[in-house]
Every structure is written in structure tokens, then in C-alpha cells.
């Protein structure tokens, strides 16, 4: 069955029986639920008060949105954000911080109609001028925005009409403009502190949302108190007025095994990455509400660098992911909960096209004969291949870790089977990003998760290449086609002519190349079912806290 994109939102997964027994009898016996887990009735009332205990599994190392692209800025940014417009229950733009917005027929003018009686934390107001504060934090280089100003790169200046009336102009129709300004990242910063200390936001954030920080310790907690006077929550939270907890206090937990057992005892209310091998086990026990929802935009993909060997011939590129077993390496490091696939996009994405499917599948014959006919016909003594004396060798850095990357250490035994070294590179975190924007590796595991399939300009657009502004075009594709394609894609209006521009996109990509698709990035959080209101967020699938409260 297909289902339409909207739904697909709220389909929860559910494991099979074989992975279920596989990973509970090894897991299931050693923890056991939270003492005194009671029932709470659907139509309970709810409760105010209580501080939700909540472990992560890292923190983005900076509380401004508007100058990271960290995962868990999703979750985080929930919790003391106001977005100026958002996803509804069904996944459609709706009013927040703005009331209602006209487009011009050209597709270049968007014009705000916000809402009045709204207060940051600090005190001071949300207004037309403090809107056009934060498009221009956004792309001010000296916020060094890995995310939210690529989103909106488009954005030319603004007109402040009047108090609570912003004009927004665009270089060209961007229709994706909405749905950008709709996640996390693109949250309100207070106009005050943008403009007095824009320098203190990263370590003490000023947000318009239901909480408001209280104490950062980076790399360990974070903790969130209760914003008194709130009241301007997007309708489909279903609630109003103030949040029910008192606050929610945040504790990094780096280790998968810690985080699940300090949930199943009872430590915390509340997981943000569960991590798969112990989903089995939490699904299993009915004191838990266990999701594992997939996320739109890109699926994770190992990136090759098409502007140096040897990922510069085609050839090599299609014979290294003719090479992998993709199904196998999902189900070793998903454990039943990863979902195989083989686009640039993901299935759950407006405008996915299914006709792509098969196009790149393991074949490790095709794989030989395409090494062959590359020129890398001979052997050294290991078993690798060579040509003028030169191993094809594939060097993929990644996080310095207690241990390699399991999915590069899969893939490293994928590809060695043909002939292909692939040599792992750990290096500390810092060394890595300087890597990642000199363009200084031959291919880097990645996924970008976003509500609009725009993500396919923003990863394989030649303009995103790092440049002026970092830019997440990893892989150094410069296609003219493809660029036209896209920015075709990006000024189409919802319909026929969008889904027929990111169509070809999507099989340009299948042509190039770029990269090779793994699996669906997935979003899998658990929660004690003490825990009750949770909402999950439509932009991207994480749970909200807005009127989460917590039963006695």
C-alpha cells in the first residue's frame, strides 16, 4: 500500500518477530521496568508540575540553531524556539509566530502578517524588525551557519511595513522558503540579544518558546525551567497556555548501553536515541513507548569526492557501490530496525520516485568487470588492486572513537571482496570539520535529514560547494545538468511540475553517481509511558515537550 506523504508521518515501525527474540533474549533479562509503571488512561487530565528527566546521546556544542546543524538541535530546539510558521498535524504549512503570509504570483515576495502580544524570554517583543533580525543573523558570517543560511540563500532583503508586517524578497521563486523556515535550526532568537551580545547565544540562548534555559554544561547537561507567561503555541500541540512540567533537565549519555538501562530502571523519563540493538527489547515491554520514525531528505550515503581519485572516474564509483551488500550491512548494524535503500532520497520525501529503485544494486561481477575495464586489473600481494604501481586505496575519516566506525568497518569488508581498500582515518572532531571544508578525503559517511526534498539542491547543487560559505555539497558535484534541474525543481509550485523536476533530478543522481545510498535515516526514541502528552514533531520526527507532563 501507499500511503500519501503527509501520513507516512505517523506510521510507527514495528520489528519482526526474528528480531525481536534476537535481541531480547539478550538484552531483556538484565534490565527490568520501572518500579511502580502504571496504566494512565487516554483521556486522563493532566498534571502540572514535575521535572522530565531526558538523556542524549551528544549535544550540538552551541544552543543557537541559527550556527550548528546538529541532529539533536531538532529535540533541543523545541524546548525554548518559536518557529515563524509550522508543520500541522498532517504536515502542511501552518501559522506560529506569523498569522497568515501572501506570495506574490512571481514567487519572489512573501509577505508576514505576525502575531501580536508575543515576548522572548528576556522581555523584549517579536516584531516585523526582529523577524528581519534573525534572516540576517542567519547569513551574517560570523555566525559561520553550517544550515540555517543555506536554507535561506535565496533571501535578498527585507521591508519592515509596519510593526507586525515583514516582507520577505527572494532572487527567485523558492518554494521550499516555507517549509525551511518551518525546523528548528531557523528558530527566533530574541532581537535584543541578537543585537547587544550576538556573541553569548551559542552558551545562553533567548528564545520566545515553553522553556527557557537555566544552566548549560557543555558536553554534560543542559537544564530547562518552565517559561511563565507562554501562550502562543502552533494549534496542533492541542494545548495552551503554559507548559505542564516544571522543567526538563538534560543529561548527555554517550554510551547506547548506559542510555537504555538508565531508562528501563527509571533514571530518565525519556531517550532521545535509542540505540537499535535495544529497541527489540523496549518494544517488547509494555512500560515503554518505543518509535522509530523515518526522517525525510537523505538517507544515509556514503559520500564519494568526485574532484580526486579515485572517485573522479565514474567507473570506480559504480564498481565501489556494485561492491556492497547494502541489505546485509543494514541488517548487521540495524538489527531489524534500518530500512535498506538505494536513492539519493529518501522514500518518505515528497516527489520520491520509486522508478529509481534498482538502478544501483550489488552485483560484485560488475563490480570486477568495471575495475577491469578501469585499468585496475592487477593485484599486489594482498589481494588489492593496482594500476601503474598504485594500490586503490579509499581513505574515509571519521570521529576519533574507542573503536572504528561499525558501518565503516562493514564496508571495509564489502569492498575488500573486489579488490578495494578502503582505510579508515580517526581523527578528533576539529581536525575532521577542517578536513571535511578543505575537501581534504575521499569519501565521508553523511545524511542530512530536512522537511522539503529541496535537500537534493543543498546536497548536489554546485553552488553548495564550500566556498564563500561552508556548503553541504560533500561530494564536489558540479553537473550543469543537474544544476538546472534543480533550481527548475526549487522554483516550482507543489504540483506536477515540481514532482516532474525532482523525478529527473533524482535519476541525473543515479546517472553521476555521487555516492552510495545505505539505509533510511531513521528517528528512534523511547519513552516510560509515565511520560504522557508527547507530541512528535512533523518537521522532522522527534518528540515535543510543549504539554508533555507527568503522571503521579
Not at 182 to 196: R, V
Request: charged fraction near 20%; glycine fraction near 8%; charge should be negative.
Amino acid at each position: 500500500m501507499s500511503l500519501p506523504f503527509h501520513a507516512r508521518f505517523r506510521v510507527r515501525r514495528t520489528l519482526t518477530r526474528g528480531a525481536t527474540l534476537a535481541v531480547v533474549a539478550g538484552l531483556l533479562a538484565s534490565c527490568a521496568s520501572p518500579a511502580g509503571t502504571q496504566t494512565v488512561p487516554a483521556d486522563a487530565t493532566p498534571v502540572d508540575g514535575g521535572v522530565l528527566n531526558v538523556s542524549i546521546s551528544a549535544e550540538p556544542g552551541c544552543l543557537d540553531g541559527h550556527g550548528i546543524s546538529a541532529t539533536q538541535q531538532q529535540f533541543l530546539g523545541r524546548l525554548i524556539y518559536d518557529n515563524v510558521v509550522t508543520l500541522d498535524d498532517d504536515g502542511e504549512i501552518a501559522p506560529y509566530l506569523a498569522e497568515s503570509w501572501d506570495i506574490s504570483e512571481d514567487g519572489r515576495t512573501y509577505t508576514f502578517h505576525l502575531k501580536k502580544d508575543v515576548t522572548f524570554s528576556d522581555g523584549s517583543p517579536w516584531n516585523a524588525t526582529v523577524f528581519q533580525q534573525n534572516l540576517e543573523h542567519m547569513r551574517d558570517p560570523a555566525t559561520k551557519s553550517p544550515l540555517a543560511a543555506a536554507y535561506i540563500a535565496p533571501y535578498v532583503d527585507g521591508t519592515v511595513i509596519d510593526d507586525y508586517t515583514f516582507e520577505a524578497h527572494l532572487e527567485y521563486a523558492y518554494t521550499p522558503f516555507l517549509y525551511t523556515l518551518a525546523q528548528s535550526w531557523l528558530g527566533m532568537n530574541s532581537g535584543k540579544a541578537i543585537t547587544e551580545s550576538p556573541e553569548t547565544l551559542c552558551q545562553n540562548p533567548v528564545g520566545s518558546g515553553p522553556y527557557v534555559l537555566e544552566a548549560y554544561q557543555p558536553g554534560q547537561s543542559i537544564s530547562y525551567a518552565k517559561r511563565e507567561g507562554y501562550g502562543w503555541a502552533p494549534d496542533w500541540l492541542g494545548g495552551t497556555g503554559e507548559a505542564h512540567l516544571d522543567g526538563v533537565e538534560v543529561t548527555v549519555v554517550a554510551e547506547p548501553v548506559i542510555r537504555y538501562q538508565s531508562l528501563v530502571s527509571g533514571q530518565y523519563g525519556l531517550t532521545e536515541n535509542l540505540a537499535p540493538q535495544n529497541a527489540a527489547a523496549v518494544q517488547a515491554d509494555p512500560a515503554f513507548t518505543y518509535e522509530n520514525l523515518p526522517r525525510t531528505g537523505s538517507p544515509y550515503v556514503l559520500g564519494f569526492n568526485l574532484n580526486r581519485e579515485p572517485f573522479s572516474d565514474p567507473a570506480v564509483r559504480e564498481a565501489f557501490a556494485a561492491a556492497v551488500d547494502t541489505g546485509a550491512v543494514t541488517e548487521s548494524l540495524g538489527f531489524g530496525t534500518y530500512t535498506p535503500i538505494d536513492s539519493y532520497l529518501s522514500k518518505e520525501s515528497k516527489y520520491y520516485d520509486p522508478s529509481v529503485e534498482g538502478t544501483l544494486t550489488h552485483d560484485p561481477e560488475r563490480a570486477d568487470q568495471l575495475l577491469d575495464d578501469a585499468g585496475w586489473d592487477s593485484r599486489d600481494a594482498e589481494g588489492f588492486r593496482t594500476k601503474d604501481g598504485e594500490r586503490l586505496t579509499v581513505e574515509v575519516p571519521t570521529v576519533e572513537a574507542s573503536a572504528p566506525s561499525p558501518l565503516l568497518v562493514q564496508l571495509q569488508g564489502e569492498v575488500r571482496k573486489v579488490g578495494i581498500e578502503l582505510e579508515i582515518i580517526q581523527l578528533p572532531q576539529a581536525q575532521l570539520t577542517e578536513l571535511r571544508y578543505a575537501g581534504d578525503y575521499d569519501a565521508l559517511a553523511g545524511v542530512w535529514h530536512t522537511n522539503t526534498t529541496d535537500v537534493l539542491f543543498i546536497r548536489y547543487h554546485s553552488s553548495e560547494i564550500t566556498g564563500e560559505r561552508i556548503g553541504q555539497n560533500s561530494s564536489y558535484v558540479n553537473d550543469p545538468e543537474l544544476d538546472e534541474i534543480l533550481l527548475r525543481a526549487r522554483g516550482a509550485a507543489d504540483g506536477p511540475d515540481a514532482a516532474e523536476a525532482y523525478s529527473q533530478a533524482q535519476h541525473r543522481l543515479t546517472d553521476l553517481v555521487p555516492g552510495l545510498p545505505l539505509y533510511e535515516n531513521p528517528s528512534q526514541f523511547a519513552y516510560s509511558n509515565s511520560v504522557q502528552g508527547v507530541a512528535t514533531d512533523t518537521s522532522h520526527p522527534v518528540p515535543v515537550l510543549t504539554y508533555a507532563w507527568l503522571a503521579q
